[in-house]
């Protein structure tokens, strides 16, 4: 193959099976032999450029739009969120939906969620009782989707949403192991045999959810356009070129896809947080006494100006990435970026890991420390939890209010610890990694 750089030499079955089982250390191992650009091969997948220098990143931000497609790298989620996700999309129809997706997600409308972020955060935390254990993780959760339900339904409440939560949570812990992932990666393992075949357990959950979100879509349009601002009201108004609506199938494939993406990886980063600052002292005291300089009752959106309070996000989200690379892309033509000569047809991969692991940026980048955010400012290529240009993340400033929210909520209230001292490793759960257990706490004292 031609113009793929530092081409690993191990056969692909090889690179597939250390690639589910630990992308990350499978990227440190080769970044040590080849530097920031090397290409993996991955059997049955194809061959991945993965990179790690920023200004290569910038460029491939930088460039049009139109000289990459991206939805045809994520075929192989379709099985999980389906053919009509906006991750799927291409072109002309990425940038409208994108754009009418955009308005819940950002500016005053999330101010409105501020509020419901603390008392969904309450509610769950008033579930913990002193001396017993918890999973962080799964509470963290039980939050993040109570919140996106509300922003893609306008409710969080109500036995529908009982069952879509219970039925959401379920699915998605059947893919938390390296080895049950396989089954998304390995698309040969996709059998659907029945109850008893994993994989016919998985699509059986899944069709389950899908009734629901038809039944629900069914009686929104009995009901009529009410003027609301959710997430399924905009895209159940909108109309393409044509005139067209959206079918079912496609709004069913956005909503899931939002359920989805909108609470897994908030749920993950926010248990990784909890996981740091019980951990490390010096963290958890700088928080306590940042969030007291604020007094009794405080507005939120001074909280979540709160420069350690951001500084702990931002280096949770360094140094834990949800996924280990950003969504492929894939050049439409030859190109050249930075000096590399591509052919049209490579898979070019931003790698999260590698950019947020350097030790020209990040000095000891294994190392819990926030106050590297607050010491110097980091461009948009050199921090890129969210991803960049077209396909930047669109729930970020969601993610970013709720984690804020959640941490600053639970630590004023409450005082927690974990429950073993032992280091926690990031594990495969599907397409993402997240804290291998969950994170076991303890609550110690509820403050009055
Ligand atoms: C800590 C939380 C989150 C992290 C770390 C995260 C990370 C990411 C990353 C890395 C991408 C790919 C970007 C690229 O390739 O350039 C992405 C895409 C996306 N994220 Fe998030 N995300 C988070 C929360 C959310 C939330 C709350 C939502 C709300 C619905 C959301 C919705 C999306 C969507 C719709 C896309 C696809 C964008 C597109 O294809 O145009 N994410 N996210």
Redesign the pocket.
Known sequence: MSNLPNSIPQPAWWQLLSWIADPLGFQDTYRQKYGDIFTMHLSGLGAFVLIGDPKMIQEIFNQDAKQFD?GRGNKIAEPLVGRYA??M?EGDR?RRE?KL?MPP?HGERLQIYSQQICQLTKQVASQWQVGQPFIARTSMQKISLAV?MQIVFGLSEGKRYQQLSTLLADWLDMIDSPLRSSMLLMPFLQKDLGEWSPWGRMKQRQRQIHELLLIEIAERRALGDRGQTDVLSLLMAARDEQGQAMTDEELRDELM??LF???E??AT?LAWAFYQIHRIADVREKLLGELDSLGESPNLMEVVQLPYLSAVCQET?RMY???PT??ARITKSPIAITGHQFDADTYLMPS?HLVHNREDLYPEPKQFRPERFLERQYSPSEYI????????????A??QL??KLVLATVLANYQLALVEDRPIKPQRRGFTLSPAGGVQMVMTRKNE
Not at 385 to 396: A, E, H, I, M, Q
């Open positions: 991206i906006l991750m999309m990425h994108r997706l997600f996106i896809f939002m993406a909108g609470h990886t908030t980063t989200l990435p949800v996924i950003l969504f999260i939890p969210f991803g960049g240009g077209s396909r930047r993340c669109l729930g970020y969601l993610a709720e984690i």
